[in-house]
């Protein structure tokens, strides 16, 4: 993983390689448990990071861990329900501009408290202390989208699917993530990452 420093991956080959990773995590095949001495030293001189990815706090979601991926090949932000603020918009800024990784993942997954309570917030009022309320108040817009109809399984599924295509809506919307786009070197994708099985579902992708 560490032979071809610096070597940038097209956003489809980033791609190719979350996605072996991720079915060598959920066969039992992992390949990095642990980093050796040389990785390290050549990480010290710098990062080339093919992906970037925005996930979940959640403590049984690990991207490295998930994509069986290594030091210094995933740029991850991870904060609870995966959203967008200032403070995420400016980090994945930086690795848009500074690292020029190829792809960025939004990455969802089953069973998300934020994503549950936010549900709850927009079918039931509920209500949480002001700082999680205000967190809850960048995934509510997402869920408007699901249908009240439907079982609350089926429901809780479709508000995190839905969590997840609007953040990378929102992301699309950035002039730079639209020019990177447009220009073919960057790609931008929603996952989910189902907890039963450690499978990542691509969406779209
Ligand atoms: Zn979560």
């Not at 995933?74 to 403070?87: K, M, T």
């Not at 994945?92 to 917030?121: M, N």
């Not at 919307?173 to 931008?188: D, S």
Request: charged fraction near 25%.
């Amino acid at each position: 993983m560490s032979d071809e420093a610096g070597h940038q991956y097209t956003a489809a080959e980033a791609l190719a390689r979350l996605r072996e990773g991720n079915g060598r995590f959920v066969r039992g095949e992992a390949r990095f448990p642990t980093v050796q001495k040389e990785v390290l030293a050549a990480l010290a001189k710098g990062q080339h990071p093919y992906a970037t990815l925005l996930g979940c706090s959640d403590s049984r979601v690990p991207p490295e861990l998930v994509f069986d991926a290594g030091f210094g090949e995933l740029f991850i932000v991870r904060l609870a329900g995966n959203v967008l603020s200032p403070e995420v918009g400016g980090t994945l800024q930086y690795a848009g501009t500074h690292l020029k990784t190829p792809l960025f993942v939004v990455l969802g997954h089953e069973g998300c408290g934020a994503v549950q309570a936010a549900l709850g917030k927009l079918r039931h009022g509920t209500t949480d202390r002001s700082r999680i309320e205000a967190l809850l108040e960048n995934i509510v817009p997402a869920l408007r989208s699901v249908d009240p109809a439907l079982p609350e399984d089926a429901q809780m599924r479709a508000a995190v699917e839905a969590n997840v295509r609007w953040t990378v809506e929102r992301i699309r919307e950035t002039p730079e993530a639209q020019a990177r786009e447009a220009e073919g070197i960057m790609r931008l994708v929603g996952a989910v990452y189902e907890l039963s099985t450690g499978a990542v579902r691509f969406l779209d992708a």
